[in-house]
Every structure is written in structure tokens, then in C-alpha cells.
């Protein structure tokens, strides 16, 4: 849509109002109030111009439009929707093919690879104890110092045990 005006601010105004009330009402309202409009809409595969004053020249179709034009409009939104799917399912299968693929490639390195996936330990792998060790209680292989550090807390907790009456 191209609006033209003494200001820019008034033509952004216009321009606005005409986009909310719509092209039909909005060229009606545009005649009205002796406004320089042209205004671009698409009508299935072909687009149609529509102006008022100075831009009414460049229009293609008659500025009053009738019932039998608004109809074409209706279709053409409805016939808009088979081609957003269709250029959207391309990329929605290579999304979904890449994905698999990353995850198959992940998980087949876990299986021949013989080793957790680091990090797996949701970060506390890396969180050091009080006396510096490291514990990962949810490991499903704890390393030989999770293992020492499990048997020194049970036998604190043991101590704890007998020193309480």
C-alpha cells in the first residue's frame, strides 16, 4: 500500500487506518477523503491495484468495488493454505530426517563407545565436596574415587550411628 500525504506522519496515519478497515472499506474511505492511495492485494494467482487521486492511474481494476469481486478475495485465502504446506513440508521433512540422523549417530557412539555421554551426571560430575573429591551418585559406573567416596561417607554415617546414645 502507498499512501501519499503532506507528511510523512500523516501518511503512515492513513496508511494504518486504510491496512485495519481493509482494502475494500479502506479505498472507500480513502475516495471520501480525497486521498492519494494505491493499494495491492493478491486475488488468487494475480495481483490487483487498486488507487484513489493522483495513484488512481496505476490501478487495474474499477476503484468501487462490487460483491462479486470481494468473493475471488475469499478463495484466494483459502487456496493460499495447500501452498504454505506445501512449501513448508520440505523443510519440515529435512528437519526431522537431521535430527534422526544426529540421534542415531549419538546414540550409536554411546553404544560402541562404552562410555556415559559427559555431563550425563546433570553437572555435578564437576562439583567438588568439602574435601575436594568429586561425587556423581546417579552414575550407573561410578569411577574407583566415587567408590571411595561412598565408602568414606558410610563409615562417617556409622560413626554418627554409634556416637548418638
Not at 478497515?21 to 495481483?47: C, M, S, Y
Not at 490487483?48 to 460483491?67: C, D, F, M, N, Q
Not at 566415587?146 to 562417617?156: A, D, V
Request: aromatic share 4%; with cysteine.
Amino acid at each position: 500500500m502507498s499512501v501519499i500525504a503532506d507528511t510523512c506522519m500523516k501518511a503512515d496515519g492513513w496508511a494504518t487506518a486504510i491496512n485495519v478497515l481493509g482494502a475494500d472499506e479502506g479505498i472507500k474511505v480513502a475516495a471520501e477523503q480525497a486521498l492519494d492511495v494505491l493499494v495491492i492485494r493478491r486475488r488468487g494467482d494475480e495481483f490487483v491495484r487498486v488507487g484513489t487521486g493522483s495513484l488512481s492511474s496505476y490501478a487495474v481494476e474499477p476503484k468501487a468495488s462490487t460483491t462479486s469481486e470481494a468473493h475471488p478475495t475469499v478463495e484466494a485465502s483459502s487456496n493460499e493454505l495447500p501452498s504454505l504446506y506445501t512449501r513448508m513440508l520440505p523443510t519440515l521433512i529435512i528437519t526431522v530426517i537431521g535430527f534422526g540422523i544426529i540421534l542415531c549417530a549419538m546414540a550409536i557412539g554411546v553404544i560402541f563407545g562404552r562410555k556415559s555421554i559427559s555431563g550425563s551426571c546433570g553437572g555435578l560430575a564437576g562439583k567438588k565436596n568439602e574435601d575436594g573429591s568429586v561425587s556423581c551418585s546417579l552414575c550407573s559406573n561410578p569411577s574407583d574415587a566415587c567408590q571411595e567416596l561412598r565408602e568414606q561417607m558410610k563409615e562417617s554415617q556409622t560413626k554418627k550411628d554409634a556416637a548418638q546414645p
